[in-house]
């Protein structure tokens, strides 16, 4: 088309300022008021005195991108310059959270922004509070993503980040009566100052049609696709930079629109409406992200989605990123395609088919390519959470990809009968095509097949899934399977959200550790210190005192900083046991109004969740439900004096997490053996001085390694002990039957009790866990409740806990992303830094 790419002036500029490289505005009061005012004025168009706090904010945020820009064009001056080797992270989700901060604490900007910004009169906190997170994630496996480009930007290591830039990212959760109700996230209706669109640097990207077969002229069979339909890929490009280094790294997300051509075919037509619903077509793709954990929905506009970011991250690094003329059998040398879960994985066939069908490549060359240019991360352990996509709609939507992964999978399967004749079992077992309940494409096959490398994201997880998920695959393939250890970033989730405990740790070890974060190791003498373990202290009742004001701003309700903090934040899913947890509260509340025990002879607790339920994952929001109607009772119940208090607020996201957590004295990881991957919640939470009660399940493994037993509360049963109770035949209503407390909490609830006598309104939760209880939540309960326990006693005795809580700080640098993404760079990628 006209609008063509534009491609960089083609005449040598002559004036001093062009030549010069782009220059910071001045890092000072002055120099940062000027450039905000300049903002505010010709930004926004509107003066300081009639300017809105969406103005100020929107003014503020550009104003901070002007002080990254000139390192933000040198940083992609050199990768382009250098050519060095770099990371191309394929991921569907990114999520983010707030990125002001962020951005503050990655310039240094922070002291001199508050101070110009109060000198206008203007309050930084206000600003703060007017963004809306890009929530452009489901939990764990999208927040783990944005770890990792902050760690590869803060460590110099060259990566761009691929992913979909969703007009609405999670929902919002409400409560109506205490019932999850979903609302439309929409996060760019104030304006998105953090991103730059690039409308030039759009991808075309097909789909449907038919692919045809035919002979080249230099005599070679070759085929080629065909496309029924296509729409338009166009970049959105957001900095992410590195934590005061001078590198700023990239996001590429990208917006499907309607490509121009089809709008003018049908303009000229003369049918507008149709040129309006090709539009409306054509935008969906990246409307909304899917908001199911766990479980991948097997629609269609999924497979979209999914095609579409990565065919055109693939084009896009083809295109921008390699120099005229490169010789694609370098490709290897140049990057590596790291593939976040199956997602991504029909960038596979999508590169076979760019170098195949465009360029021209022999099968084999490709194949060769093809397997050193990608790596395959598995984040699950749940069958049901393995995507696979039917041979039918996979066919229909991408015909030559299904062709590809067909021949892929036969010289796969010849290879295994090579090594195995006769095996029919083990060929059929390991084909990439699935042929019941219909065939389809198993999705993490494929990738395992492809990748250099095949890792899980704990030592546990990684185990697991040789051991498991895919054991001939690893038998196949000596070598491919590896683990990397999920970490967190310590600049957001210590240094910015918890600001009053990394001045503690700074003062007593000095600087350094944000970026080295195994130096927190210097902090174990001072476990014994009185003096830091009464700052220590003082610390964390900020931190409540602090979720007190937002919690009592947002939803109306209080913590009280006298009260141990007992906090279960993150998707809800059974697997995971929020209802487990929920027997134990219970069960505190029975021990009350039974008059088992006196009220004021219990540590007084309050119990915070945060969780969403998938939209249409029924139980998960009767369970939702279920915790509402037991809170309220609780709360208001006299005879309780106050002692439990149970607070849902709703929503919970990035913005949240990063004030509760480090108000937490307790952390509940509970899932059961053998389900949970790995968890990244529960490395934030030690690194906030929170003690965990947890199972022997995904990095819990390793935190308890770590902090050492005496500071960890295990409870239940191990994976292998699972396994056998399920192959004996779990019968939950025996635990039922034997456990008298057990029965009790059960009971109330089936009873009414939190229900206002409505014996229905919990009949299937209280159903779901006596006959089914496919997660051992009744196994686990007799073992949960003792470690319980042991926490009520442990925390009475103040210096012991202070004391465990700092060793959980001062053992777990090891959970920094920063090191997870030294263990990807030393197995998988060898990528080395390039300054
Ligand atoms: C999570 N997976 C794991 N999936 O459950 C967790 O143990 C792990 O710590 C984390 O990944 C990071 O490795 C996860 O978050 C999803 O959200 C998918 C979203 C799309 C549908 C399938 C689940």
Redesign the pocket.
Same mark, same amino acid.
């Given at each position: 088309t006209a609008t063509a790419e534009s491609r960089p002036t083609k005449r040598k500029p002559t004036h001093a300022l062009a030549l010069a490289p782009v220059g910071s505005p001045p890092s000072s009061v002055d120099g940062f008021v000027k450039e905000f005012l300049r903002e505010l004025n010709f930004g926004q168009g509107v003066a300081l005195s009639t300017s809105t706090v969406n103005d100020q904010y929107m003014a503020l945020a550009k104003t901070v991108r002007h002080y990254l820009m000139a390192r933000w064009l040198e940083t992609l001056r050199r990768q382009f310059q250098s050519q060095a080797k770099g990371v191309a992270y394929l991921s569907?989700?990114y999520l983010l959270g707030r990125q002001l901060g962020n951005a503050l604490l990655a310039t240094g900007l922070t002291e001199i922004v508050e101070e110009g910004l109060d000198q206008c009169g203007i309050d930084l906190a206000d600003l703060r509070a007017q963004e809306v997170e890009p929530g452009l994630?489901?939990? +764990?496996? &999208?927040?783990?993503a944005a770890c990792f480009i902050d760690s590869l930007a803060t460590m110099n290591v060259p990566c761009v980040g691929y992913g979909i830039r969703y007009q609405y990212g999670i929902f919002r959760q409400t409560f109506v009566d205490g019932r999850q109700v979903e609302q439309p996230d929409s996060w760019l209706t104030l304006g998105a100052p953090w991103e730059f669109p690039h409308p030039e640097a759009a991808q075309t990207i097909n789909f449907g049609g038919h692919t045809e077969h035919y002979t080249d002229t230099d005599g070679v069979e070759r085929s080629r696709w065909v496309p029924g339909w296509k729409v338009k890929a166009v970049p959105y490009n957001y900095m992410v930079p590195g934590y005061q280094n001078g590198r700023v790294n990239t996001l590429r997300l990208w917006r499907s629109v309607a490509t121009d051509a089809f709008d003018l075919r049908i303009f000229n037509s003369g049918d507008y409406e149709e040129a309006v619903r090709a539009q409306t077509y054509a935008e969906n793709i990246s409307k909304v992200l899917?908001p199911?954990? %766990?479980?991948?929905?097997g629609k269609e506009l999924r497979l979209q989605q999914q095609y579409f970011f990565v065919a055109a991250s693939i084009a896009d690094l083809l295109r921008y990123l390699l120099p005229k003329d490169y010789d694609l059998h370098n490709l290897p040398n140049r990057v590596i395609f790291q593939l976040n879960?199956t #997602?991504p994985v029909i960038g596979v066939p999508e590169l076979m088919r760019v170098l195949v069908d465009e360029k021209k490549m022999d099968w084999d060359e490709a194949w060769a390519i093809t397997q050193q240019c990608f790596a395959y991360?598995c984040?699950?352990l749940l069958p049901e959470?393995l995507?696979v996509w039917p041979v039918e709609l996979l066919g229909r939507l991408l015909p030559r990809h299904l062709e590809i992964i067909y021949r892929i999978n036969e010289e796969f399967l010849e290879q295994v009968a090579e090594r195995f004749p006769g095996d029919h079992l083990r060929i059929s077992r390991m084909s990439i095509i699935a042929e019941f309940p219909e065939r389809a494409v198993r999705m993490a096959y494929l990738a395992t097949v492809a990748g250099a490398k095949v890792n899980g994201?704990?030592e546990l #997880?990684s185990q697991l899934l040789r051991d498991k998920v895919l054991p001939d695959f690893d038998e196949f393939y000596p070598g491919k399977f590896t683990n990397v250890t999920?970490g967190v970033t310590p600049r957001r989730f210590v240094k910015l959200a918890n600001p009053a405990l990394s001045e503690l740790i700074t003062d007593a070890i000095g600087v350094g550790w944000l970026t080295d974060l195994e130096r927190l190791r210097e902090l174990e003498p001072y476990a014994t210190d009185e003096e830091f373990r009464e700052r220590f202290r003082e610390v964390k009742a900020h931190n409540k005192r602090r979720l007190n004001r937002v919690l009592e701003q947002r939803d109306g309700t209080s913590v009280d900083d006298t009260h141990m903090l007992d906090v279960m934040v993150k998707?809800l #899913?059974e697997y995971k046991r929020q209802t487990l947890k929920l027997l134990h509260i219970v069960t505190e509340y029975d021990r009350i109004i039974s008059g088992e025990v006196a009220a004021a002879d219990i540590t007084p607790r309050t119990f915070i969740f945060g969780a969403k339920a998938a939209p249409g994952y029924k139980i998960a929001k009767d369970i939702i439900h279920l915790i509402n109607g037991v809170g309220s009772v609780v709360n208001s119940d006299p005879r309780v004096e106050g002692r439990l208090k149970v607070l849902f607020p709703p929503n919970y996201n990035v913005t949240l997490a990063e004030k509760v957590i480090p108000a937490a004295d307790l952390s509940e990881q509970i %899932?059961l053996a053998g389900k949970?991957?790995? &968890?990244? &919640?529960n490395m934030k939470f030690a690194l906030n001085g929170a003690l965990t009660i947890g199972t022997d399940d +995904?990095?819990n493994v390793e935190i308890r390694r770590l902090v050492k037993d005496d500071n960890f509360f295990l409870f239940g049963l191990l994976e292998p002990e699972v396994e056998d109770l399920y192959a004996r035949g779990y019968v939950p209503s025996s635990y039922y039957e034997k456990n008298e407390s057990l029965k009790r909490a059960i009971d109330l609830i089936a009873e009414g009790a939190f229900s206002n006598g409505d014996r229905d309104m919990y009949a299937s939760v209280v159903g779901n866990l006596l006959h089914e209880d496919r997660f051992m939540a009744l196994a686990d309960y007799e073992s949960y409740i003792e470690a319980q326990d042991k926490v009520a006693a442990a925390y009475a005795d103040t210096e012991w806990w202070t004391r465990a809580a700092i060793l959980n700080v001062a053992r777990c640098g090891f959970f920094s992303s920063d090191r997870s993404m030294r263990d990807y760079i030393d197995r998988i990628w060898h990528t080395p830094p390039a300054y």
């Open positions: 569907a989700e994630g489901n939990g +764990g496996l &999208g927040r783990l899917y199911e954990d %766990s479980t991948p929905q879960d #997602h991360t984040h699950t959470a995507e994201v704990a #997880h999920n998707r #899913h %899932s949970e991957a790995s &968890g990244t &919640g +995904g990095a």
